[in-house]
C-alpha cells in the first residue's frame, strides 16, 4: 500500500512539474515582445525656399510688317536664382514663386522684311507665378502660371535696332522631391509669352509698323532650400 500510494506522488508531482513548465514555456512565448515598426512623420512641404534653376530653351520670334512677315527659332541655356513659399492643407500645396534668370535665347533671318540677317535676342527672363501643388510625401507634382517679364532686342545690319522690356505670361508643370529636410530637387517645363512690340524704322526696313514678337519654352532643373 505505501508503495502504491508512493508511486502515486511520484506520479502527481511529474505531471505537475511538466505541466508548470509548460505553463513557462507558453508563457515566455506569449511575453515576447514584437517591435513596433519605425515611424516616419509625413513630409510637410510648408515655408519659405531660395535656389538655383538652369536649364535650356527654344522659341520663336515674328517678325510681322506691311512688307511680309518672317519667322526665326530661337534657342540658348538659362540660369538664375529663384525664391518662394509653400502652404501644405492635406496633402495640396499652395504656393508663390519667383525668378530672375540670365538668358541667351536668339535667332536670325533673312527672310523678308529683312532684307539683310535681322536677329531677336532675350538676354533675361522673369517669371512671378502661383504653384498648386499634390503632395505624395517627399514627392510633389505641380501646375503653374503667372506674368512673365524679359527684354528682347531687335537688331538688324545697319540700322540701329530697338530694345524692349515686355510683360506677358508664363505656364507650365513641374515635379519636385525632397532630398533632405531642407532640400528639395525640381524638375520643370515652362512656356513664356511675351506678347510683341514695334521696332519700325529701327530694324532697317523702311516700315513704320514692323512688330516684333518673341515667346519660348524651357526646360529647367533646380535645387532649393527651405528655412
Not at 108 to 130: D, F, H, K, M, Q
Request: charged share 15%.
Amino acid at each position: 500500500m505505501k508503495r502504491l500510494i508512493s508511486a502515486g506522488v511520484v506520479a502527481l508531482a511529474t505531471v505537475t512539474m511538466m505541466g508548470a513548465a509548460n505553463a513557462a514555456d507558453i508563457a515566455r512565448r506569449q511575453a515576447m515582445p514584437t517591435k513596433a515598426p519605425a515611424y516616419y512623420a509625413p513630409y510637410n512641404w510648408t515655408g519659405f525656399y531660395v535656389g538655383i534653376n538652369g536649364g535650356g530653351g527654344w522659341g520663336k520670334s515674328d517678325w510681322d510688317a506691311a512688307t511680309g512677315s518672317s519667322n526665326r527659332d530661337t534657342s540658348g541655356a538659362l540660369v538664375g536664382g529663384t525664391i518662394g513659399y509653400n502652404y501644405q492643407v492635406g496633402q495640396a500645396v499652395f504656393g508663390v514663386e519667383g525668378d530672375i534668370d540670365w538668358s541667351n535665347l536668339r535667332g536670325s533671318s533673312s527672310a523678308v522684311p529683312c532684307t539683310t540677317s535681322c536677329e531677336t535676342r532675350n538676354s533675361w527672363l522673369g517669371t512671378a507665378r502661383g504653384r498648386v501643388g499634390y503632395a505624395f510625401d517627399r514627392f510633389m507634382p505641380y501646375i503653374t502660371g503667372g506674368a512673365a517679364f524679359g527684354n528682347v532686342d531687335a537688331t538688324s545690319p545697319g540700322a540701329t535696332g530697338a530694345s524692349s522690356t515686355q510683360v506677358g505670361w508664363a505656364a507650365g508643370a513641374g515635379i519636385e522631391f525632397a532630398v533632405m529636410n531642407n532640400i528639395t530637387a525640381k524638375v520643370e517645363y515652362l512656356h513664356y509669352d511675351l506678347g510683341s512690340f514695334t521696332c519700325g524704322l529701327n530694324c532697317g526696313n523702311g516700315v513704320i509698323n514692323d512688330q516684333v514678337s518673341f515667346s519660348a519654352d524651357a526646360i529647367r532643373g533646380g535645387v532649393n532650400i527651405r528655412f
